[in-house]
């Protein structure tokens, strides 16, 4: 059943990329091929139908993702290997983040960059705004070249509303960053979502600082290693 849902979801994003092929334009000036952001949206709405949420809610997805990733042919790296590796897809990350508003942090061979709720989202919304798609295809950039590695991404939120509402908000989001990730060309079997609400505080909720801070979605990255 895992399988199955994630060769689906491979099918939708080549189908959105023959989507995007189909509707790019030429800019007469730069020569550049370009989509516009209607079918980058229309792209992004696809592949949340086709079930993207439905991948994982553990952390058993991400061995599942894990192993999904090799056998797509993505690679893995040898455990002596992985810490300069890291190393060096930190660093790129921390250039093209700079000043965007996404903060890098390190802890042994993870990396997990945090997204403010509010330069991703609007109030209540799951729609990524469009002012962060330049940030998020920086961050495409890097994982298609740092391709050996598992995009683990959660949705929070604060804890205004109820649980049920706050966990299937967080999991909306978390599958809207994932659907641009994806349809700008990072690899489907690369990643494992989850929303958890109000569940994980990073602040106190009682401050509205607190809640600004507890409203997010955290993108996680480990390497995918040789077995």
Known sequence: MVRTKFMTLAVASAAILSLGLAACTTDAFTGERKTSNTVKGAGIGAVIGAGIGALTNTS???????????????????????????????????????????????????????APG??????????????????LDSITDVLKEYDKTIVEIYGHTDSQGTDSYNLALSQRRAEAVA???????????????NGFGES????????????????????????????
């Open 179 to 193: 659907a641009y990730l994806i349809n700008r060309g990072t690899k489907p079997q690369r990643f494992a979502i």
């Open 60 to 114: 058993k997805g991400k061995e599942t993702a894990k192993n999904a990733a090799i056998g797509a042919g993505i690679g893995a790296i040898a455990g002596g290997a992985i810490g300069i590796y890291m190393d060096n897809q930190e660093k790129k990350l921390r250039e093209k983040l700079q000043g965007t508003g996404v903060g890098v942090s390190r802890q042994g061979d993870e990396i997990t960059l945090v």
């Open 118 to 135: 509010n330069i991703l989202f609007a109030s209540n919304a799951s729609d990524v705004n469009a002012s962060i798609y330049p940030t």
């Open 200 to 227: 994980q505080p990073v602040a106190d909720n009682t401050t509205e600082d607190g809640r600004a801070r507890n409203r997010r979605v955290d993108i996680k990255l480990s390497a995918i290693e040789q077995k």
